[in-house]
């Protein structure tokens, strides 16, 4: 007879008659399942355990058979959940699944009539059916008896094997098969061949058992785990690793077209991995090599662009300025269209912060179709970041050169080391020599990372470097490296930089349709009261600010000083104050920055025969202070007895910086004459350069920075050294055409120039 019944699916969870289940609900359908199932089907639910991995199965993944359960107890739980108890009763056929309602499905069944079994071939499955459960039971040291009694009050075959299985250790898959199985004789039968499979597992659990306690002492005991592993593996006869990732290995490897020793070395090395247990300590070390190893860029390259034109075009259109780096390129271009195995230069670009050593190299590697990668070595000072530590010690990676080439895969990108300048040298190694390596294209064809143990091509790299300072690169490596230096933008230069560059970019940011108008004064204005930098990092981001609150706080589309004020607030502007005393001068000084213009001041009073100095002076500033005032009272410009029991005060401005360099000779003899001759020196007047102790003014660096700074702050005159006239050639018309730029050999012309009073 059909009759309906709620369903109740229970995934991961079967149960068979005759079998007591405790499960505990949460989600609202089951709850609401048993509340009808208890008024209306007399306590009784269909239990469905779908045979798929989904997680809300459809009708037709449900099972045409199912156990219909009875519910013998319920308790609402404090959090909320339902607990039951159920028990099964018997199978029945499922004949077709329908929606009830919310969710809730119900089903037509009827019970199942077994054919009439012979009676002899049934107590003979039976008999057999004892024996092996109490053979399994014998085997089985830690599984409880309790089965026995209940095995010798029943005799009902269908009894018998539900109860068996529930009893079994089975996996939730196999207890499935068992519960849709309805006939009792093929459950029967099925659970012989089962039981003898677990009693097998059990004499050879016990036979590994045995074997291994036989090689192991007390002292061995921490072992016996990996021993038992080893001991069934050799019993299965089988590997217990992926065979399809050896094949994979073995297939990239045969991909490469690579020299035949480092072919051999990873072969042996996947030979041997092939061999290992995944549970050994070496298998993660040696996959995580081949995975290294087998995917770097061995054959592949990146097709250049080697069109001059192209190439400048792109270059020109991402950078202002910047023509040595820009004819470099060219350069490069042209000889490796002439000879395509030219190897690339090794390039170090030095300036200022901001000025676009980062940017451009970037682009070079946009315009030239090649890969780019940034290594940062500020800082660093333990070799192995850049050649890889010994795959022997734990946690062992490649270094960052290798770990670049993989992440651009090509053998042939650009590769950007930022700040060589600030590497240290300590006793973890001195990772100038390891770049050094690095770097020699005489050398680098065979570069040997640590941890991937076999040379590699790093000859086809084009390395750029960046420095704040040429004197803070290593010696050995300045050496061999193409030095580029990058001098800081003036003025109109950032006007330019602001108008063609910067602000499109803003714009094209911020998807602007309409441009704001902004004139050159107010970036001018910008420029020398918002931004103190040789670059145009500190410009971009002023610019930046104030187009952001223009066009969400302003409807008006042009910005002048007034709308500048408004929304930055007012700035530092750069200001040459007037110079009303003796014993103040205004000095120019290069710094990581850029040029700079800062003032010393001296004083002079009765106390002993000494000098003091502050402002955070480095020993090479010092000295200069003392060659200043042996020259001074060597050439006798003052009277000698002014210095008699007196003390010398020379103050260098702004303390919080560190200042040193022989670039202060002139200015700190020009200071010292200033305050004993009382006579003042014009705010407008500048000066750099060293001096020796014959008066003689010696070559200093920085003098495009310098000077572009004097003009940017006002100055109108500046002394420089005589031997640095090769220098104004690269100089900017601008700066030229307002700087009146006196070229010295020798103090004595500085002098009869601003002390001399009878020559005046």
Not at 675 to 704: A, C, M, Q, W, Y
């Amino acid at each position: 007879m059909d009759y309906s019944m709620l369903v109740m699916l229970l995934k991961d969870l079967v149960i068979l008659p005759f079998q007591d289940i405790k499960i505990e609900l949460k989600d609202e359908i089951s709850k609401k399942i048993i509340k009808v199932s208890s008024k209306k089907y007399n306590n009784r639910v269909l239990i469905v355990s779908p045979d798929t991995d989904s997680i809300n199965p459809s009708i037709k993944d449900l099972p045409n058979v199912g156990v219909v359960a009875v519910i013998k107890s319920k308790l609402e739980l404090s959090n909320g959940n339902l607990r039951l108890t159920l028990r099964g009763e018997k199978r029945v056929k499922i004949l077709n699944y329908k929606a009830f309602n919310d969710d809730i499905i119900s089903a037509y069944v009827c019970d199942i009539i077994l054919p009439k079994f012979e009676v002899k071939g049934e107590n003979v499955i039976k008999t057999k059916l004892k024996e092996i459960l109490n053979a399994y039971i014998e085997s089985s040291p830690n599984i409880s008896n309790s089965i026995l009694k209940v095995v010798d009050e029943n005799d009902d075959l269908g009894f018998l094997s539900d109860a068996i299985t529930t009893f079994l250790p089975f996996k939730v898959k196999q207890k499935l098969n068992y519960m849709q199985e309805v006939n009792p004789e093929k459950r029967a039968l099925s659970l012989i061949k089962d039981i003898k499979l677990e009693i097998r597992y059990n004499e050879l659990e016990e036979k590994i058992d045995n074997n291994v306690e036989i090689r192991l002492t007390k002292e061995q005991e921490e072992y016996y785990l990996k021993e038992k592993i080893k001991e069934l593996e050799s019993n299965l006869g089988k590997d217990a690793f992926n065979d399809d990732k050896i094949t994979n290995y073995l297939n990239k490897l045969n991909s490469l077209d690579i020299d035949k020793k480092i072919y051999n070395k990873l072969k042996e090395n996947i030979d041997h991995l092939k061999n290992l247990t995944t549970n050994s300590p070496e298998h993660g070390v040696l996959e995580n090599y081949l995975d290294w190893t087998l995917n770097l860029p061995w054959n592949t390259l990146s097709k250049e662009n080697l069109n001059v034109k192209s190439v400048l075009t792109k270059l020109n259109k991402s950078h202002y300025g910047l023509d040595e780096i820009k004819r470099r390129i060219e350069d490069y271009i042209n000889i490796k269209n002439i000879n395509p195995n030219i190897n690339s230069p090794i390039i170090c670009l030095v300036g200022p912060p901001g000025i676009g050593k980062t940017t451009i190299t970037e682009s070079i590697a946009q315009a030239l179709n090649r890969e780019y990668y940034k290594i940062s070595v500020g800082g660093l000072n333990d070799s192995t970041e850049l050649v890889g530590s010994r795959r022997t010690y734990l946690g062992s990676l490649p270094g960052k050169i290798i770990q670049a080439i993989k992440k651009c895969n090509t053998k042939n990108p650009v590769i950007l080391i930022d700040e060589v300048d600030k590497m240290v040298r300590d006793y973890k190694g001195d990772p100038a020599s390891t770049l050094l390596d690095i770097l020699d294209s005489t050398q680098n064809k065979h570069f040997i990372d640590n941890y991937i143990e076999e040379p590699f091509d790093l000859s086809q790299i084009m390395f750029v470097l960046t420095a704040n300072d040429t004197k803070d690169i290593p010696y050995a490596l300045y050496d061999r490296l193409e030095i580029i230096e990058l001098s800081s933008y003036d003025i109109f230069e950032k006007v330019d930089i602001a108008k063609k560059y910067i602000l499109p970019k803003i714009y094209d940011e911020f998807d602007m349709k309409r441009k704001i108008n902004i004139k050159d004064e107010t970036i001018m204005y910008i420029i020398n009261n918002y931004t103190k930098e040789a670059g145009v990092r500190e410009l971009e981001r002023v610019l930046k600010k104030l187009i952001t609150k223009v066009i969400t706080s302003s409807k008006s589309l042009s910005v002048s000083e007034i709308e500048v004020v408004k929304y930055l607030k007012e700035g530092e502007k750069l200001e040459n104050k007037e110079i009303t005393e003796s014993g103040v001068v205004n000095i120019l000084a290069y710094t990581n920055i850029g040029g700079e213009v800062t003032r010393i001041e001296c004083a002079i009073f009765n106390g002993d025969e000494k000098v003091i100095l502050t402002g955070q002076l480095g020993d090479v500033l010092k000295e200069s202070v003392m060659v200043a005032i042996s020259y001074i009272r060597e050439k006798n410009y003052v009277s000698n007895t002014l210095f008699y029991n007196h003390t010398v005060h020379i103050h260098f401005l702004e303390s919080a910086i560190k200042k040193d360099g022989p670039s202060c000779g002139v200015a700190i003899v020009s200071v010292i004459l200033s305050k004993l001759l009382d006579i003042p020196i014009s705010n407008e007047i500048s000066f750099t350069g060293e001096i020796s102790l014959k008066g003689d003014l010696i070559k200093v660096g920085g003098i495009k920075e310098k000077l572009i700074s004097a003009y940017n702050y006002g100055i109108k005159k500046v002394y420089i050294p005589k031997d640095n006239e090769k220098d104004l050639k690269n100089m900017p018309k601008t700066v030229l055409d307002n700087l009146e730029i006196k070229l010295i050999k020798n103090y004595d012309t500085i002098f009869n120039d601003l002390f001399n009073k009878e020559k005046k």
